[in-house]
């Protein structure tokens, strides 16, 4: 095999090999406390629906929800706990339908996310 084709596919099968490999900034976290508010500013004041926490990291969030989110109005995440951990904005990558009346709501925290909301979802702990 010529030098310069055995180079090309050594690389090829890197590539390949590297295309495996996680490709998150940011490893994923189990829920202890999957429960959220998803949140927005519509109609002259401030609305929220729950939402389910299908995946979570300190970058971004995955959200099962039976309702349709707003598309015109900036979304905001909080959680369904007795003591508010606050807001976060969130910046929407998708919302897509996944079947029997469920849609699943992929987006980044548009600030770093806030260590409090972090320990209450992954550990459960209230502030």
Same mark, same amino acid.
């Given at each position: 095999?010529?030098?310069?084709?055995?180079?090309?596919?050594? !690389?090829?099968?890197? &590539?390949? &090999?590297?295309?495996?490999?996680?490709?998150? /900034?940011? =490893?994923?976290?189990?829920?202890? @406390?999957?429960?959220?508010?998803?949140?927005?500013?519509?109609?002259?004041? &401030? !609305?929220?629906?729950?939402?389910? %926490?299908?995946?979570?990291?300190?970058?971004?969030?995955?959200?099962?929800?039976?309702? /349709?989110?707003?598309?015109? @109005? =900036?979304?905001?995440?909080?959680?369904?706990?007795?003591?508010?951990?606050?807001? %976060?904005?969130?910046?929407? %990558?998708?919302?897509?339908?996944?079947?029997?009346?469920?849609?699943?709501?992929?987006?980044?925290?548009?600030?770093?996310?806030?260590?409090?909301? &972090?320990?209450?979802? /992954?550990?459960? %702990?209230?502030?």
């Amino acid at each position: 095999m010529h030098k310069r084709s055995r180079l090309n596919h050594l !690389q090829a099968r890197t &590539f390949k &090999f590297m295309r495996t490999v996680e490709k998150r /900034v940011a =490893p994923r976290y189990e829920c202890e @406390h999957p429960w959220a508010l998803l949140g927005w500013n519509g109609d002259g004041s &401030f !609305q929220s629906r729950p939402a389910l %926490i299908v995946d979570f990291s300190m970058t971004g969030i995955k959200l099962e929800l039976d309702w /349709v989110p707003p598309t015109k @109005h =900036p979304l905001f995440v909080g959680l369904d706990m007795s003591e508010s951990t606050g807001w %976060i904005p969130l910046t929407t %990558i998708a919302c897509d339908e996944i079947g029997r009346g469920k849609y699943e709501l992929r987006a980044t925290f548009a600030e770093p996310c806030d260590y409090d909301f &972090f320990k209450a979802v /992954v550990y459960g %702990i209230e502030n």
